[in-house]
């Protein structure tokens, strides 16, 4: 047996940083992974670089930052580079296993894996079947599984429709313990576990509805800036889709994604219990993340693309070994960390250095980030974003619009101070900061250095025809051919 590390990367979508019980959440139950933070390191400054799927998972696969790596807009069929953290595993002879959502394009490249036990909700625009539909074909559902009628992108909720072993969050679990169970006993294991939820669809088992049933739920963050001054474009364009939530409403999403969440944390304790059972657990180094969070109503706002905490903010949990001592138990490291920080990480830990492409940094060894740099979009809903230890500035280019907070007095973001003479200073300091970050079309917002933005804009509203990227029934699955007799026109 190998005495090399063996490492669990688990990662979900669309969980924001502060759902965690050991972060103070009052309603939100994860006992296994408070659990993990009373036994190793919680960040509770980690931050999604661009708080959307595909380029968060390029920043968390190849410890770039969108400008490195270069997606800042959701380009969902640009090639992921050679230089992954799956390809410096397994060049260092580690036998590399991923389960669950990759997001990659084309969806079967492995990105350096060994293999991928594949689910990529139901894209069936890309011409494949994943293997979590073949799993439920085999078991006599085939093309069942949006059958809920719920969306993708949307908060219309019910309770899971099939069996529980048949839900998705069920599936990745039970493929990764395979995997594990499978091992070669001779080399260390790289296993990364990437679940879906709980980004939409909200389909949670209701048995884990029912264990909400008696827990109050937080009411939806406020803010003194939304009712006082007129919206960014951005975030005005975003609360004028029409979606128009009561509180009850509020509360029974935000309690369906609660469940799904507990239901992942749940899971989590299969894993680990059979790296425990398969006397791996002790010379095994875990870390949990998301590729970014969901606004969950917060500021009237729903889903990601944005700098607010509820998007931009994700967990970041590390445990090391019993032997680790670079690693703290219990502890709460206070540094800013992103997610191109996670490759970094892993690597020293297992004592292999990052490829050149790599510019994050260890949260192990690595010297402390005196700031972290964000960036979403190129077109009007472009927003950038650039915090310190204490102070956050948000800049929306259309209208030429800034945004500051104290997120050491107001985590909530609930007053913009951007218009304080007391803090004047800071917004100039992080201002000029900002600057110094831009690049490529960015430059078209500066005249003669100074930030001039873009004309105002007013938001208008946007109709959601396709119900947030609904699925439909996929059985048979539909027809690919490039026979010219087959292809017809729409």
Known sequence: MSDRPNFLLITTDQW?????GAAGHPAVQTPTLDELCRNGTRYPNATSECPICVPARRSLMTGASPRRHGDR???DQMAMPPETLAASFSAAGYQTQAVGKLHVFPQRDRIGFDDVHLDEEGRAQYGV???YEIFLGDRGHPGQQFDHGMSTDGYVHRPWHMAEALHVTNWATQAMIRQIKRRDPTRPGFWYLSYRHPHPPLVPLQ???DLYRDIPIDAARGDDWSATQPLPFAVASKRARGEKYSEAQVAAIRRAFYALCTHIDHQIRLVIGTLREEMLLDNTIILFTSDHGDMLGDHGLWAKSLFYQGAAGVPMILLGRPRDRGIGVGAVDDRLVTLAD???????????APPQGCDGRSMVSGAPRPHVY????????ATRMVRDARHKLIYYPVGNVRQLFDLEEDPDEAGDLSGDPACAGVLDRLTDLLVSELYGSD?????????TGLPAREAGPRRNRDLSSQRGHHWPPQLHSDMPQLLTSA
Do not use: C
Not at 16 to 20: D, K, Q
Not at 374 to 381: H, I, L, S, Y
């Open 16 to 20: 924001p940083a502060h759902l965690l």
């Open 73 to 75: 807009v959701y380009d």
């Open 129 to 131: 079947m994943d293997d």
């Open 207 to 209: 048995a884990y509805l």
């Open 342 to 352: 996670v490759m970094p990480t892993l690597l020293d830990l297992a004592g292999i």
């Open 374 to 381: 964000g960036e979403f979009g190129t077109d009007a809903a």
């Open 443 to 451: 430059l078209d917002w500066l005249i003669e250095g100074r930030l």
